[in-house]
């Protein structure tokens, strides 16, 4: 059986790892993203995989956007909440704005790509539901109180919806990755990544590909007991 997934933020980064590998093992791939038209075309160019544009902070274009993937490849029985953005400052400089744009796209967008979805996960008997979170979700960092708390919402969101699931075949598990060599990582000042690197016990950033194998393993029919889980890929440097 070919089952459709739905990766969200998925034209660039981590999220177009998972997408290209969930395709590679023989999912039908949607990739969603909010707003780098170019980018979204030349991964399309590049990989075969279709792209819809919504934000994941709007419900109605979720609503709206999962009818159109649902219309052209099947229902969605696998969905990785990734998209994520950052707006960074120490909290006494941090504004209304920061805050409340964080947490529109990291953590209300789990309730807004999931609760359009979960009827029909219901009614299969069957589903995926993968949600990206951060190991700094788990430990907190620094300038990122917005950031941070939204995280560690999609860890708790998780945990709740996976005892919700579990008697229909939904498994429900968030991914915290580490430092990830993506674009925005390797963007940073090099003695800044050193730093980072410096704090990492096994000596190096992680590979995109990293978190699209654990994403591939819990999407998996044969990954039902494991529900509910925090999947730590870190490289030693955050250990639960």
């Known amino acids: 059986m070919t089952r459709t997934a739905l990766v969200t933020g998925g034209t660039r980064g981590i999220g177009a790892a998972i997408a290209t590998m969930l395709k590679a093992n023989g999912y039908k791939v949607a990739a969603n993203y909010a707003g780098n038209d170019n980018a979204a075309k030349a991964f399309t160019d590049e990989t075969g995989i279709p792209t819809y544009k919504w934000s994941v902070a709007d419900y109605d274009g979720c609503v709206e956007g999962i009818a159109k993937v649902e219309s052209d490849l099947g229902p969605i029985e696998v969905l990785v909440n990734n998209a994520g953005i950052t707006r960074d400052a120490m909290f006494h400089k941090m504004t209304r704005e920061n805050w409340k744009d964080v947490m529109s796209t990291n953590l209300d967008g789990l309730f807004n790509m999931t609760h359009p979805i979960w009827t029909g996960m219901r009614e299969r008997k069957f589903g995926r539901v993968i949600n990206i979170s951060s190991i700094n979700g788990q430990k907190g960092q620094m300038g990122q109180a917005n950031y941070s708390a939204a995280k560690a919402g999609d860890i708790g969101f998780t945990k709740s919806l996976a005892q919700e699931g579990a008697r229909a075949g939904i498994t429900v598990n ?36 990293e978190i699209a194998r654990t994403v591939l393993f819990l999407a998996a029919d044969d990954a039902s007991f494991i529900n509910g889980a925090t999947m730590t890929v870190n490289g030693g440097q955050y250990i639960t």
């Not at 990755?177 to 993506?182: F, H, K, L, N, Q």
């Open 174 to 209: 968030a991914i915290c990755p580490g430092y990830i060599a993506t674009e925005m990582v390797m963007a940073v000042p090099e003695k800044v990544r050193d730093s980072i690197i410096a704090g990492i016990p096994v000596g190096r950033l992680g590979e995109p590909e």
